[in-house]
């Protein structure tokens, strides 16, 4: 299923709203809204009854075109998500872009998760590791390492 050119002029509007969000705010400004939207849909999941993390991230992933998501739990209450989408393209960050890898994952992906988890966690300390992305190593798959202690 390919992107029509509206979408694709929009994800190039967006990547470059984020890329200059970061140049006139720095990283961090970026961090705190991702921090804040994810928790904000957190709480909304919550809200519509939604009160099962692992069920919550599903439903995330699939919302940005994610065609399988997989969640592996781990020893110490962390666990992994698995997403594979149709294309090499990531909703976020668009098609394999080595230099862009850190600052998506690090200012929109990884807070806004964070963000996210923390709502169905309350007072946990939640950190993720990237461990595969389209955008450092191009491919279809986005797997992140969730931390919860």
Same mark, same amino acid.
């Given at each position: ?14 990547? *470059?709203? %984020? +890329? ?6 720095? =990283? ?5 809204? *991702? ?7 957190? @709480? ?5 009854? $939604?009160?099962?993390?692992? +069920?919550?991230?599903? *439903?995330?992933?699939? +919302?940005? +075109? ?5 969640? $592996? ?10 997403? @594979?989408? @149709?294309?090499?393209?990531?909703? %976020?960050?668009? $098609? ?9 994952? @690090?200012? =929109? ?5 964070? /963000?996210? %988890?923390?709502?169905?966690?309350? /007072? ?7 461990? *595969? ?10 797997? =992140?390492?969730?931390? %919860?202690?």
């Amino acid at each position: 299923m390919g992107r029509t050119r509206m979408e694709t002029d929009y994800l190039k509007f967006f990547q *470059s709203f %984020i +890329a200059n969000m970061v140049q006139m705010g720095g =990283i961090n400004l970026l961090k705190s809204n *991702s921090t804040m939207l994810g928790r904000n849909l957190g @709480e909304i999941y919550k809200k519509r009854g $939604t009160t099962d993390v692992h +069920a919550a991230l599903k *439903s995330m992933f699939h +919302a940005m +075109a994610g065609k399988t998501v997989e969640i $592996t739990d781990e020893k110490g209450g962390g666990f992994t998500v698995n997403t @594979e989408f @149709e294309t090499d393209y990531c909703p %976020i960050g668009g $098609t394999v872009k080595p230099k862009r890898h850190e600052m998506f994952f @690090e200012g =929109i992906c990884k807070p806004y998760a964070v /963000g996210f %988890i923390s709502a169905f966690k309350p /007072g946990a300390k939640i950190d993720l590791v990237c461990k *595969s992305c389209v955008l450092k190593t191009g491919g279809n798959k986005c797997k =992140i390492q969730a931390i %919860i202690q």
